[in-house]
């Protein structure tokens, strides 16, 4: 059972049967292209995963939840059911942005529903060509599940209140630093971030392939930032709460199980505009 990264070779060895391949590539500034992506090559068995629809509930964006709201357990179930999906069964997820849209918000969200066969594919689609393996253009077809799945509310932060709550979490933010300290935002009405909030962009998750960094360099950087807290005391969060998964997959990957995620995130709390700003920082 792989539960964080798998690499391509390791994915191509599974039987078809044993494990279920999502492929999630997405672009923000191109809604469309993750699914022209999928349909001009994918991985041999991948189902397509669209963040919109079937990661997020976007009918819940006026209510303050972010560009990108958490979709129901129901929903959630809906999907999984309709790839297939059993309890159990080994998930791998994969896009073009070395796990951080969305691949690793597909993995947050099965560990959300309390599975935990489910890998996010080291590297990538590029780690899969790059390794001279196979791919298609044919759309899987996939006998239906009926399942239904329960999330756990202690994985996850919806109050945005609950972020200068006593004792207040560390929030780490995975946004890149130019966004965080507020020079730019492309994406939300407001720059800046959640005073307090300290960064971990997510890119720093990586090496210079674009691979995730070993486990116990992971673990190291992660405690350098964490000093005396522990992994339980630490919220991630992002611009909608995408990119902060992969900081929940690192941190999980090098050992530091428990941390959760601000699924609102920045987008979130800038809807209110009455809401403090800090900009500048690290």
Avoid at 185 to 201: F, Q
Wanted: hydrophobic share 45%; charged share 20%; proline share 7%.
């Amino acid at each position: 059972m792989k539960t964080t990264l798998i690499a391509a070779a390791e994915l191509a060895a599974l039987p078809p049967a044993e494990v279920l391949i999502v492929d999630c590539r997405k672009d923000l500034a191109d809604p469309a292209k993750g699914r022209r992506d999928y349909a001009a090559g994918h991985i041999p068995g991948a189902v397509y995963a669209e963040l919109d629809t079937d990661l997020s509930d976007l009918s819940l964006q006026a209510q303050g939840l972010g560009r990108h709201p958490l979709p129901s357990a129901a929903s959630f179930a809906a999907v999984l059911g309709r790839w297939g999906w059993r309890p159990g069964l080994q998930v791998v997820a994969y896009d073009a942005a070395n796990g951080a849209l969305a691949a690793a918000r597909l993995w947050w969200l099965l560990r959300y529903a309390g599975e935990r066969a489910v890998a996010v594919l080291d590297g990538g689609y590029a780690a899969w060509q790059a390794a001279g393996l196979p791919v298609e253009t044919a759309v899987p077809q996939r006998a239906p599940t009926t399942v239904a799945v329960r999330f756990d509310a202690s994985r996850v932060v919806l109050d945005h209140a609950a972020l200068h709550a006593a004792p207040a979490p560390l929030l780490l933010d995975a946004r890149a630093a130019p966004r965080y300290r507020g020079d730019t935002e492309p994406l939300d009405p407001v720059a800046g971030h959640v005073p307090g909030a300290l960064n971990r962009p997510f890119a720093d998750n990586l090496t210079a392939d674009g691979r995730f960094k070993p486990a116990a360099a992971l673990k190291n950087e992660f405690l350098a930032v964490l000093g005396s807290r522990v992994p339980r005391d630490v919220v991630h969060m992002c611009g909608s709460g995408v990119t902060a998964c992969h900081n929940l997959l690192a941190m999980e990957h090098a050992g530091l199980a428990g941390s959760r995620l601000y699924a609102p995130s920045w987008s979130g709390w800038c809807s209110d505009r009455a809401r403090p700003v800090a900009t500048g920082g690290e």
